[in-house]
């Protein structure tokens, strides 16, 4: 199948091409940073998904993982660009499924404000995209993770307390890898044929660690 991972050069988007790729699939990958890995069926195209239009041939899988932690951005590139971007992307007659990966914060509200109600508005949109593209037999999810080990967290990970804080909010003791959100994904996408407008949280048991005091 033809896919294409938005956020492509690094984090769960790196890895979310390298599983596509290891599976045998054609991927494009779309980033602001030059490409991380060279294979004979990866194309990659630098880019703002604000503007950006990629001509993908019989476009199957479309992953929007591109995002930013920037306040000031966060509502023009995850929310609005996101979708933007999806809508200049659905015309294939043969996708088969689209995929955001939204946050366990659009859940929780546990972050910045801007970036919870970005990531919180994709999972809304997605919901509403599934409803649009049902009569087509198209798949769309969103996955939230919670704590992932990826560079754009490292002013935590090279943090020793700062990172067992963290891990100590978790069921599970720790941060879920970059794979296992691409495993997820590949999934979601590529398996999945009954799974739709639904949000898969993947945060290690943060939401549901409580103390019950009786």
């Excluded at 691409?182 to 999934?187: K, S």
Aim: hydrophobic residues 45%.
């Amino acid at each position: 199948m033809n896919v294409l991972v938005t956020g492509a050069s690094r984090g769960i988007g790196l890895a979310a091409v390298q599983k596509y790729l290891r599976e045998g699939h054609a991927v494009w990958g779309v980033d602001l940073r030059p490409a991380a890995l060279e294979h004979p069926a990866y194309t990659h195209i630098r880019g703002d998904i604000r503007t950006l239009t990629v001509a993908v041939p019989d476009l199957h899988i479309l992953i929007n993982n591109a995002g930013t932690l920037a306040e000031e951005d966060a509502l023009a590139v995850n929310l609005a660009g996101t979708m933007a971007f999806t809508e200049r992307h659905l015309d294939s007659p043969a996708l088969r499924s689209v995929l955001f990966v939204a946050s366990a914060s659009a859940r929780n509200g546990a972050e910045f404000p801007r970036y919870v109600a970005s990531k919180a508005g994709l999972v809304g949109y997605m919901k509403n995209l599934a409803l649009a593209l049902s009569k087509r037999g198209v798949t769309v999810n969103s996955v939230s993770p919670g704590g992932v080990v990826t560079p754009a967290n490292d002013h935590i990970l090279n943090d020793p307390a700062l990172y067992r804080a963290v891990k100590a909010e978790t069921l599970l003791g720790k941060w879920a890898a970059p794979e296992e959100v691409a495993d997820l994904i590949y999934y979601m996408t590529a398996v999945n044929r009954s799974i739709t407008g639904e949000d898969i949280l993947m945060d290690n048991g943060e939401q549901l660690k409580s103390n019950f005091i009786w």
